[in-house]
């Protein structure tokens, strides 16, 4: 058998008529910046979501940036993050000349270990990006609450997050919705992904609304009147008229993920030495990534490969160990949590088409390998 780690090409075929019809909309109209599949995109999203303002711009990576730009996440000041995160989630800070303070993870859950990131408050600190990694958010009620406590501002890294929710002062919100600003990545393989890159910025604040909206266009809000050094950053047409397709399913994505995930666990959770990660409490999940925790995980992983199974790492090195962030002043040993998980984890096929006879193959694999 041959199993991809990810696949658009089932999805493509399952609802060809759909996109072929959205894209070639786009381009029958020719309303390639910002166009009407932009603003309706934003309005839909905004709505799934239950937020009162989303933003289209050009990647996760990006509504990172612009959020670090617009909240002061820069110049000399401090933002507590994750080492265990993927690079963006970071390096947004960083190359605004502010300094990320890094936090270690929770062993179960893969999350920042808030806890500790409270104790690294400092005077210069003014913001915290929690990281929603996989399957869920981190605990978003521990980091509104250190938020009020020092008075920062929190910016969600949401790029995996599309449908997790958390419950926050009682009511349960969606991932990306309960910070200032929220910034989601829709790259191919994200829950809800699109067909190149693209991303989308979120906020219940008007005032950072028209912030957002500013610097996605140079920092106007009036053709060549610039308010701001901002950039170009702005969601593509096209992408957001795939997006439309897509965000029609994509609660019956979320529940296909979910079958799989709960389909791995049964078939795998006997195996000697072989860890998944648990949902907190305070969390309902999406599997945007099933992972698992393994000895001697770089053989299983040839093994897959070998037997035509896709897997990936997220992620190998975590950030303080990184060569760009040598300045930081690190060691190895400073985050043991990640450094240990770093070399366990592993990211088995998820995707909504994926079939059962096929989850079947990779977990007879997975138990053949460990007897
Ligand atoms: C946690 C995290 N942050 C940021 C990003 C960046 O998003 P993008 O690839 O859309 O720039 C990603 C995804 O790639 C991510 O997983």
Same mark, same amino acid.
């Not at 096209?238 to 993920?257: N, Y």
């Not at 000895?295 to 199974?309: H, N, Q, S, T």
């Not at 088995?348 to 053949?368: A, K, M, N, Q």
């Given at each position: 058998m041959n199993?991809p780690f990810?696949?658009?090409?089932?999805?493509?075929?399952n609802?060809?008529?759909?996109?072929?019809?959205a =894209?070639?909309?786009?381009?029958?109209?020719?309303?390639?910046?910002?166009?009407?599949e932009?603003t309706?995109?934003?309005?839909?999203?905004?709505?799934w979501l239950?937020?009162?303002?989303a933003v289209g711009?050009?990647?996760g990576?990006d509504?990172?940036?612009?959020g670090?730009?617009?909240l002061?996440f820069k110049?000399?000041?401090?933002?507590l993050?994750?080492?265990?995160?993927?690079f963006?989630?970071?390096?947004c800070?960083?190359?605004?000349?502010g300094k990320?303070?890094?936090?270690?993870?929770?062993? *179960?859950?893969?999350?920042m270990d808030?806890?500790?990131?409270?104790g690294?408050?400092?005077?210069?600190?003014?913001g915290i990006?929690?990281v929603?990694?996989?399957?869920?958010?981190?605990?978003?009620?521990e980091?509104m609450d250190?938020?009020?406590?020092?008075?920062?501002?929190?910016l969600?890294?949401?790029?995996?997050?599309?449908?997790?929710?958390?419950?926050?002062d009682g009511a349960?919100?969606?991932?990306?919705?309960?910070?200032?600003?929220?910034?989601f990545?829709?790259?191919?393989?994200?829950?809800?992904g699109?067909y190149?890159d693209a991303?989308?910025?979120?906020?219940?604040? *008007?005032?950072?609304?028209?912030?957002?909206?500013s610097?996605r266009v140079?920092?106007?809000?009036?053709?060549?009147h610039?308010d701001y050094?901002?950039?170009?950053?702005r969601?593509?047409s096209?992408?957001?008229?795939?997006?439309r397709?897509?965000?029609?399913?994509t609660?019956?994505?979320?529940i296909a993920?979910?079958?799989?995930?709960?389909?791995?666990?049964?078939r795998?959770?006997?195996?000697?030495?072989l860890?998944?990660?648990s949902?907190g409490?305070?969390?309902?999940?999406?599997y945007?990534?099933?992972?698992?925790?393994?000895p001697?995980?770089?053989?299983l992983?040839?093994?897959?490969?070998?037997?035509?199974?896709?897997?990936s790492i997220?992620?190998?090195?975590?950030?303080?160990l990184?060569?760009?962030?040598?300045?930081?002043?690190?060691?190895?040993g400073d985050f043991?949590v990640?450094?240990?998980?770093?070399k366990?984890?592993?990211?088995?096929?998820?995707?909504?088409?994926?079939?059962?006879?096929e989850?079947d193959? =990779?977990?007879d *694999?997975?138990?053949?390998?460990?007897k």
């Amino acid at each position: 058998m041959n199993i991809p780690f990810y696949t658009s090409t089932r999805e493509y075929h399952n609802h060809k008529d759909e996109f072929d019809a959205a =894209v070639q909309g786009v381009m029958e109209r020719g309303d390639f910046i910002l166009g009407n599949e932009v603003t309706e995109f934003e309005k839909e999203a905004a709505a799934w979501l239950g937020v009162k303002y989303a933003v289209g711009v050009a990647s996760g990576s990006d509504a990172l940036v612009l959020g670090s730009d617009i909240l002061g996440f820069k110049d000399g000041a401090e933002v507590l993050t994750p080492t265990f995160t993927f690079f963006a989630s970071t390096s947004c800070v960083a190359r605004l000349g502010g300094k990320p303070v890094l936090v270690d993870m929770d062993e *179960e859950t893969l999350e920042m270990d808030v806890a500790q990131a409270a104790g690294k408050v400092s005077e210069k600190t003014v913001g915290i990006i929690p990281v929603h990694l996989f399957l869920q958010p981190t605990p978003m009620q521990e980091v509104m609450d250190l938020g009020r406590t020092y008075n920062l501002k929190v910016l969600e890294d949401a790029a995996e997050a599309w449908g997790m929710e958390s419950r926050v002062d009682g009511a349960w919100r969606k991932a990306g919705t309960i910070g200032d600003i929220g910034g989601f990545s829709f790259f191919p393989t994200k829950t809800l992904g699109s067909y190149g890159d693209a991303g989308l910025m979120v906020t219940n604040d *008007e005032e950072l609304y028209r912030k957002i909206r500013s610097y996605r266009v140079h920092g106007s809000s009036v053709k060549y009147h610039h308010d701001y050094i901002g950039y170009n950053s702005r969601l593509d047409s096209l992408q957001a008229a795939v997006l439309r397709v897509k965000l029609k399913t994509t609660q019956e994505a979320i529940i296909a993920r979910a079958r799989h995930a709960k389909h791995y666990t049964e078939r795998l959770s006997g195996i000697f030495g072989l860890r998944i990660p648990s949902i907190g409490e305070e969390n309902r999940g999406v599997y945007y990534v099933y992972n698992i925790l393994v000895p001697r995980r770089d053989e299983l992983a040839a093994r897959l490969k070998e037997k035509g199974i896709g897997t990936s790492i997220y992620y190998p090195i975590p950030l303080h160990l990184q060569k760009c962030f040598a300045y930081l002043g690190y060691r190895e040993g400073d985050f043991p949590v990640a450094e240990r998980v770093c070399k366990q984890i592993l990211a088995l096929p998820i995707f909504p088409e994926l079939r059962d006879d096929e989850v079947d193959y =990779v977990c007879d *694999e997975i138990i053949r390998f460990y007897k």
